[in-house]
């Protein structure tokens, strides 16, 4: 199984960034997809899953400005981020069939499968 992240940059405040997550070696239709994020002064945090139905859960900081979504055909996840800022600034990882903490709960995100991460940086 390869998770495959791309889409990461540099940007403004303010700007977009869409990331990409390609799967392969797994059909993601079944199955919950995270995106969790860290940087050098923070831990690594769960930011957004998508259920199988399509149903997604965020935390409070990015809530209403990421967008996440899924394309079983393409065996893809993407995580649209809108209004950048500063503190977004991290190492952004795509991850399969995660199964803890819940979003926002303690403890070290865990999954089953993990992508190689890709780097936002905000500048202000």
């Known amino acids: 199984v390869q998770l495959v992240e791309s889409g990461g940059g540099l940007v403004q405040t303010g700007e977009s960034l869409r990331l990409s997550c390609a799967a392969s070696?797994?059909?993601?239709?079944?199955?919950?997809m995270a995106w969790a994020r860290q940087n050098p002064e923070s831990e690594l945090k769960w930011m957004s899953f998508i259920y199988p139905d399509n149903n997604t859960a965020y935390i409070d900081s990015v809530k209403g400005r990421f967008a996440v979504s899924r394309d079983n055909a393409k065996n893809s996840v993407y995580l649209q981020m809108n209004d950048l800022k500063p503190e977004d600034t991290a190492v952004y990882y795509c991850?399969?069939?995660?199964?803890?903490?819940?979003?926002?709960?303690?403890?070290?995100?865990?999954?089953?499968?993990w992508g190689q991460g890709t780097q936002v940086t905000v500048s202000s």
């Open positions: 991850a399969a069939r995660p199964y803890g903490p819940l979003i926002g709960g303690e403890g070290v995100p865990t999954a089953d499968y």
């Open positions: 070696g797994l059909n993601i239709g079944g199955y919950t």
